[in-house]
């Protein structure tokens, strides 16, 4: 089971929107920053999103982030086929003293 | 540009010793900046942290793992690199190395492609 909770999948068709959900607690994205992962097929993941909303140099403004409270979300404008990918959450968690990540999203863009 | 690239070997028999190292080529392992990371994927799941390292030689190991986990830096080859001891089928894994930036809120970030480690007799 892991610490931060996420949909298992999420589908959406060319040109739309989706939005990933990322659930945690107190310990971790309640007090601290959020980021993102993209993990496209066979490849080592990559950093999508740090800080909560922060994208890092290259990463198209269509991918966004949010946190409130104990949750967050990553949204994604313009879906494209290239988009087709697992998404990961991660956090650290204070009680637990580790990088916690969520379960993954697998993302089909249909 | 940063790159980070691990070996090691790919098969590893159960109860004993995985070494992995990771080769950082484009920047300074030296940078006080920076923490050096690494992380694992088992076959069709999520990931999981094992711990980071600065190149003081200062550790930090996740607790699940910290009872069979050392890391180590050669500054002078511009590597670190990770031992995993008694290892059991569990341990089999995609394992990265990563950079990570000083604090929290910055993500790990390059990541080295990854090297399958499978642990069987």
């Known amino acids: 089971q892991s610490v931060l909770t996420q949909p298992a999948s999420a589908s959406e068709t060319p040109g739309q929107r989706v939005s990933i959900s990322c659930s945690g607690s107190s310990s971790n994205i309640g007090r601290n920053p959020v980021n993102w992962y993209q993990q496209l097929p066979g490849t080592a993941p990559k950093l999508l999103i740090f800080?909560?909303?922060q994208r890092p140099s290259g990463v198209p403004d269509r991918f966004s982030g949010s946190k409130s409270g104990t949750s967050a979300s990553l949204a994604i404008s313009g879906l494209q086929s290239d988009d087709e990918a697992h998404y990961y959450c991660s956090a650290w968690d204070g009680s637990l003293n580790t990088w916690v990540f969520g379960g993954g999203t697998k993302l089909t863009v249909l | 540009q940063l790159q980070l690239q691990e070996s090691g070997p790919g098969l590893v028999k159960p109860s004993e010793t995985l070494s992995l190292t990771c080769s950082v080529s484009g920047g300074s392992i030296t940078s006080s900046n920076y923490c050096w990371d690494w992380i694992r994927q088992p076959p069709g799941k999520g990931l999981e942290w094992i711990g980071n390292?600065?190149?003081?030689?200062?550790?930090y190991y996740s607790p699940s793992l910290k009872s069979r986990v050392t890391m180590s830096v050669d500054t002078s080859k511009n590597q670190f690199s990770l031992n995993l001891n008694s290892v059991t089928a569990a341990d089999t894994a995609v394992y990265y190395c990563?950079?990570?930036?000083?604090?929290?809120?910055?993500?790990?970030?390059?990541w080295g492609q990854g090297t399958l480690v499978t642990v069987s007799s």
């Open positions: 390292m600065y190149s003081s030689g200062t550790t």
């Open positions: 800080y909560n909303d």
């Open positions: 990563a950079r990570h930036g000083n604090g929290v809120q910055w993500g790990f970030d390059p």
